[in-house]
């Protein structure tokens, strides 16, 4: 299978930046698509920036211009440099990819998510 591992969440001030990493390991795989997703508080897991192998990017409406998602194939990675945070940015971030592997054929894994928080 494939295995996520999310690190950057911390506490950060309004108007900080933050920087998310998500590794993929495993053996065997290939990722068609990496993703960022949160759920805040009492309310439903959303998509927050999507990026494909050939770096194809989508983002929520409510961070365009603040969030960059990027993506390095050959370590398996993918980033979401976070700036001008607002408190409305506080969540638990999960790192997606749709992938493949011999044992489950083509489906979305998940990481452990890790918490973001932003307040003075």
């Known amino acids: 299978q494939v295995q996520l591992v999310e690190s950057g969440g911390c506490l950060v001030q309004p108007g900080g930046s933050l920087r998310l990493s998500c590794a993929a390991s495993?053996?065997?795989?290939?990722?068609?698509?990496m993703g960022w997703y949160r759920q805040a508080p009492g309310k439903q897991r959303e998509l927050v920036a999507g990026?494909?192998?050939?770096?194809?990017?989508v983002y929520a409406d409510s961070v365009k211009g603040r969030f960059t998602i990027s993506r390095d194939n050959a370590k398996n990675t993918v980033y979401l440099q976070m700036n001008s945070l607002k408190p409305e940015d506080t969540a638990v971030y999960y790192c997606?990819?749709?992938?493949?592997?011999?044992?489950?054929?083509?489906?979305?894994?998940w990481g452990q998510g890790t918490q973001v928080t932003v307040s003075s």
């Open positions: 495993g053996s065997s795989f290939s990722i068609y698509e």
């Open positions: 990026i494909t192998s050939g770096s194809m990017r």
């Open positions: 997606n990819a749709d992938a493949h592997t011999a044992v489950t054929g083509r489906r979305d894994f």
